[in-house]
């Protein structure tokens, strides 16, 4: 019995050890009974430093109140997802996101195990982004310099509906409400955004894009609303993404993503214009405009509860929907050619257009990756093609392999024009009416549900 339990204390030691995050064990005294490598490269300590070793001697600037471990021992509750800043022994301030679980045998607690995630190169890549857009922001209010790269009328294309949409979009951009924009990954909704900030009086002003996706939820607080000078062991004070677009646009993309108690804090700003950084008493005012996206439809996020129903009944005083590519079939080839065209000049090539079944394969691909995906599949098309026409032969293997680019569209019917298809169809359907009427034709004008004089006209269509 000895040797078995000896034999599992050391596969689950095995075990422990191979996962990649560090995991940190503590007895009922605070003392470590187990510590893996991972944790002891987050925390910039060796395993023989806190093996053994009470965790306060461990890490000085921890205390009984602040160490999550200790407050799980007390306590007996787990505590998810929470951020701790302290410093190791050796001086070196370590952060990460823990998640600390109580031990039990029976009924009685025997210890605590943390599962940690180190983010301090995360964060700090995070607040030297915010530091650039600072410093970009200031240079470019100083020189008048617009921020965006697109306009609307880099947004090409020829589909109806979605001309309205951008005429729509010029309308509404000299309004401060916010926007609410739904459309699938790859339909070009932050050059959208761009464009109606062009488009707007804060054109001058800073355009700010933030993937709500991007940033661990633990730190999006901090950078959307900054923070204040010791919030946090360590922490400055440092303006957050609202302060840097006062004056100008804030685009927050997939809005989805953000925490429910975040969002709870995003429409209080847009209530009253108010914020408070992470750690401070104090309101700050700021001017910003807010446009959020989504690449899931509103309704679904309202269901599934990824959105709080305030806050998008705030956003949703304009809204705008960018249909994906394939319910814009005229847009597929126009957009084939223009790229074509700018490609020609990027890469000093000469392609003249895609020869005739290419242009049904693409026609008929569904592209789930929308604007984007087109574009990226006739870079990679320019690049590899020898001729002066794009081949089938030149899709990425992946496309090739896809269904609709088999034999059967590389050898399509001679004639697709629907209006001849349909004028064959319609001359077979008369020439049957009439036989079954047995020549009368008031007899095959009521089956063909058309008035007589119709019938008449084209009968005499056919025989001529």
Request: one cysteine or more; a neutral charge.
């Amino acid at each position: 019995m000895g040797e078995l339990t000896a034999l599992t204390q050391e596969v689950l030691t095995a075990i422990l050890k191979s996962i990649d995050e560090g995991i940190h064990v503590v007895n009922t005294e605070g003392r470590t009974i187990f510590y893996n490598e991972v944790a002891a490269k987050h925390d910039g300590m060796d395993i023989e430093e806190v093996l053994g070793r009470h965790i306060i001697h461990a890490f000085p600037s921890l205390t009984e109140e602040s160490s999550t471990l200790l407050k799980v021992i007390k306590t007996g509750k787990p505590i998810y997802n929470q951020t701790q800043v302290y410093v190791n022994m050796h001086g070196a301030r370590i952060d990460t996101i823990n998640t600390t679980l109580p031990i039990f045998l029976g009924e009685d607690i025997i210890g605590a195990v943390e599962i940690a995630k180190d983010y301090s190169r995360m964060k700090l890549l995070a607040e030297r982004l915010l530091d650039l857009q600072k410093g970009f922001s200031k240079n470019n209010n100083k020189k008048g310099i617009n921020q965006v790269k697109f306009t609307l009328k880099d947004i090409k294309t020829i589909h109806p509906a979605f001309i309205k949409t951008k005429t729509e979009a010029r309308k509404l951009a000299m309004s401060d409400s916010p926007i609410l924009i739904y459309g699938e990954s790859g339909t070009g909704k932050e050059l959208f955004v761009q464009g109606i900030h062009h488009e707007s009086h804060r054109s001058v002003r800073p355009f700010v894009a933030q993937n709500c996706a991007a940033i661990p939820e633990t730190l999006l607080e901090s950078i959307l609303f900054g923070t204040s000078k010791g919030s946090y062991t360590g922490a400055v004070d440092r303006k957050g993404l609202f302060e840097l677009a006062d004056g100008g646009t804030l685009f927050l993309d997939e809005l989805h993503a953000m925490p429910l108690e975040l969002q709870a804090k995003l429409l209080r700003v847009l209530e009253d214009g108010q914020l408070r950084r992470v750690g401070s008493s104090h309101n700050i005012s700021v001017n910003v405009r807010v446009i959020a996206a989504m690449n899931v439809h509103p309704q679904i996020a309202l269901q599934e509860k990824m959105i709080r129903h305030d806050l998008y009944y705030r956003l949703n005083v304009f809204t705008f929907s960018l249909q994906p590519l394939r319910e814009r079939g005229e847009d597929i080839m126009y957009l084939t050619d223009y790229f074509i065209k700018d490609f020609n000049k990027k890469l000093g090539k000469n392609i003249q257009g895609v020869e005739k079944n290419l242009e049904l394969f693409l026609s008929r691909y569904q592209w789930p990756g929308n604007v984007r995906e087109l574009k990226h599949t006739l870079e990679y098309m320019m690049n590899v093609c020898e001729g002066s026409l794009l081949q089938i032969d030149d899709l990425p293997i992946i496309l090739k392999q896809y269904p609709a680019s088999a034999k059967s569209i590389t050898n399509p019917p001679d004639n697709l024009s629907l209006r001849k298809n349909m004028e064959e169809i319609e001359k077979k359907l008369i020439l049957k009416a009439m036989d079954l009427a047995h020549g009368n034709i008031n007899q095959a004008a009521k089956l063909l549900e058309i008035p007589r004089q119709t019938l008449q006209y084209k009968l005499k269509k056919i025989h001529d």
